[in-house]
């Protein structure tokens, strides 16, 4: 591929910062075990036994065709999946070890295959790889041995590069875990990431690899990052980022729903996880849940998607809903409807218009005395998808909120 000038960095997030919402792919050799990715090291399976499940793996054809289709039906924009994840197991056709899809059970390229889906269905393509390495000879002793860190180092540039090169304008690298070296300077992590910017000017790569990078990654919860640094919280979406059969807590789609408000109010994305069973089709809870939040995303997309803004000191929690926040407009994503009227209090701006975000139907209000009153509204929320109808408020100034914890706002001596 032509090397080209590395793309600067708000250009390069641009895209991303807009879409929002991405699937994250977690699928490898464990998911034949289904007790979650890590069971290789918490279960102790010896290497040589664990080894087995590469000659037993055998996906159906083309099920990442299943994954892009539903992402894009979910209304997610990119998708990250696993080339390698800690058990080692590389899922592309690889010349740094036999230990791969193409030589073993699977016969083919099965990272060829995801990269094709996301494209056929429209989508960002990232690419997630664990540092840490339960199979490589060296991935542990690179640790105390000098010759095994640079072997080890060479096997991980080899491997990125081939990623880099192999799959055509790749969007996303996703490193994980740099366990067991202690600094980037060990995992030579400047030299290999200026290798991949070199071969991929526009892509971004995340925070694992002991470099700050792009954007931060908070997992398995969902908390604002340092304003100004870009995030993406990393959710599961019933507790294990593997196949798990027997992990029934899956999160319902108001909760989905509600991450995303939250990460849309930070500034933030929100990569949400299902792990594909070992043939590759997805749990029948993924799209049980994500079709109605697709469904809900078309209606309220305005809400969710594109730059959004922070609120200028805070916006409140309200008893009814939280915000999003775009310019002059706030979002009120309405989750415990109040019935015949909702009021908000310590709105430091004027509202110049109330509408419904689905139809841009106008709402009677009424502001006075730090208290907005929306009048006229049905007796339940109108949302038949779940339950969370978003009010668009038009303000005359950026949207700011004061409530303080009593009735009166203290006022300075
Ligand atoms: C953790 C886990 C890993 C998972 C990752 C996703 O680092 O070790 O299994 O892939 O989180 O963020």
Same mark, same amino acid.
């Given at each position: 591929?032509?090397?080209?000038?590395?793309?600067?960095? $708000? /250009?390069?997030?641009?895209?991303?910062?807009?879409?929002?919402?991405?699937?994250? @792919?977690?699928?490898?050799?464990?998911? +034949?075990?289904?007790?979650?990715?890590?069971?290789?090291?918490?279960?102790?399976?010896?290497?040589?036994?664990?080894?087995?499940?590469?000659?037993?793996?055998?996906?159906?054809?083309?099920?990442?065709?299943?994954?892009?289709?539903?992402?894009?039906?979910?209304?997610?924009?990119?998708?990250?999946?696993?080339? /390698?994840?800690?058990?080692?197991?590389?899922?592309?056709?690889?010349?740094?070890?036999?230990?791969?899809?193409?030589?073993?059970?699977?016969?083919?390229?099965?990272?060829?295959?995801?990269?094709?889906? !996301?494209?056929?269905?429209?989508?960002?393509?990232?690419?997630?790889?664990?540092?840490?390495?339960?199979?490589?000879?060296?991935? %542990?002793?690179?640790?105390?041995?000098?010759?095994?860190?640079?072997?080890? !180092?060479?096997?991980?540039?080899?491997?990125?590069?081939?990623?880099?090169?192999?799959?055509?304008?790749?969007?996303?690298?996703?490193?994980?875990?740099?366990?067991? #070296?202690?600094?980037?300077?060990?995992?030579?992590?400047?030299?290999?990431?200026?290798?991949?910017?070199? *071969?991929?000017?526009? @892509?971004?790569?995340?925070?694992?690899?002991?470099?700050?990078?792009?954007?931060?990654?908070?997992?398995?919860?969902?908390?604002?990052?340092?304003?100004?640094?870009?995030?993406?919280? !990393?959710?599961?979406?019933?507790?294990?980022?593997?196949?798990?059969?027997?992990?029934?807590?899956?999160?319902?789609?108001?909760?989905?729903?509600?991450?995303?408000?939250?990460?849309?109010?930070? !500034?933030?994305?929100?990569?949400?996880?299902?792990?594909?069973?070992?043939?590759?089709? #997805?749990?029948?809870? %993924?799209?049980?849940?994500?079709?109605?939040?697709?469904?809900?995303?078309?209606?309220?997309?305005? $809400?969710?998607?594109?730059?959004?803004?922070?609120?200028?000191?805070?916006?409140?929690?309200?008893?009814?809903? +939280?915000?999003?926040?775009?310019?002059?407009?706030?979002?009120?994503?309405?989750?415990?409807?109040?019935? /015949?009227?909702?009021?908000?209090?310590? #709105?430091?701006?004027?509202?110049?218009?109330?509408?419904?975000?689905?139809?841009? /139907?106008?709402?009677?209000?009424? +502001?006075?005395?730090?208290? *907005?009153? *929306?009048?006229?509204?049905?007796?339940?929320?109108?949302?038949?998808?779940?339950?969370?109808?978003?009010?668009?408020?038009?303000?005359?100034?950026?949207?700011?909120?004061?409530?303080?914890?009593?009735?009166?706002?203290?006022?300075?001596?």
């Amino acid at each position: 591929m032509a090397e080209a000038k590395v793309w600067p960095q $708000a /250009k390069r997030l641009q895209w991303w910062q807009e879409a929002r919402f991405g699937m994250f @792919i977690h699928w490898g050799l464990y998911a +034949q075990v289904g007790r979650h990715e890590w069971v290789m090291n918490r279960e102790r399976i010896p290497r040589e036994e664990y080894e087995k499940l590469a000659d037993a793996w055998k996906p159906k054809p083309r099920p990442a065709r299943e994954w892009a289709a539903l992402a894009r039906e979910a209304g997610m924009k990119y998708m990250v999946m696993t080339t /390698k994840h800690h058990e080692g197991f590389c899922l592309w056709d690889t010349r740094q070890t036999d230990y791969n899809a193409a030589k073993r059970g699977p016969g083919r390229d099965l990272v060829r295959e995801y990269v094709e889906a !996301c494209r056929e269905f429209g989508l960002k393509v990232g690419f997630y790889y664990s540092l840490m390495d339960w199979h490589h000879p060296d991935g %542990a002793r690179c640790a105390y041995d000098e010759k095994a860190r640079r072997r080890f !180092c060479d096997f991980t540039t080899g491997c990125v590069r081939e990623l880099m090169t192999h799959y055509g304008k790749i969007d996303i690298l996703w490193y994980d875990v740099s366990w067991p #070296l202690r600094s980037a300077e060990a995992w030579d992590s400047r030299r290999r990431n200026a290798m991949v910017r070199r *071969l991929q000017p526009h @892509i971004l790569i995340n925070n694992r690899s002991q470099l700050d990078e792009d954007f931060g990654t908070p997992e398995e919860h969902i908390k604002e990052a340092e304003a100004g640094r870009a995030w993406e919280a !990393c959710m599961t979406f019933n507790g294990s980022w593997g196949y798990m059969p027997s992990a029934v807590d899956w999160r319902s789609v108001r909760e989905v729903i509600g991450m995303l408000r939250q990460c849309a109010a930070g !500034c933030g994305n929100l990569l949400l996880n299902v792990g594909p069973a070992p043939d590759g089709s #997805l749990p029948p809870e %993924a799209a049980e849940r994500l079709v109605p939040v697709g469904r809900w995303l078309r209606a309220n997309g305005e $809400a969710v998607y594109g730059r959004t803004d922070r609120a200028v000191g805070r916006m409140e929690w309200m008893p009814c809903g +939280q915000f999003t926040i775009k310019g002059r407009n706030l979002y009120y994503w309405v989750r415990c409807w109040p019935g /015949k009227e909702l009021a908000m209090g310590g #709105l430091k701006t004027k509202v110049t218009r109330a509408s419904y975000l689905v139809g841009g /139907k106008a709402i009677a209000l009424e +502001q006075k005395g730090g208290r *907005l009153v *929306l009048k006229g509204l049905p007796r339940s929320s109108p949302d038949a998808t779940a339950g969370v109808t978003v009010i668009k408020l038009r303000c005359r100034s950026k949207p700011r909120q004061e409530l303080g914890a009593g009735c009166v706002v203290l006022k300075k001596k």
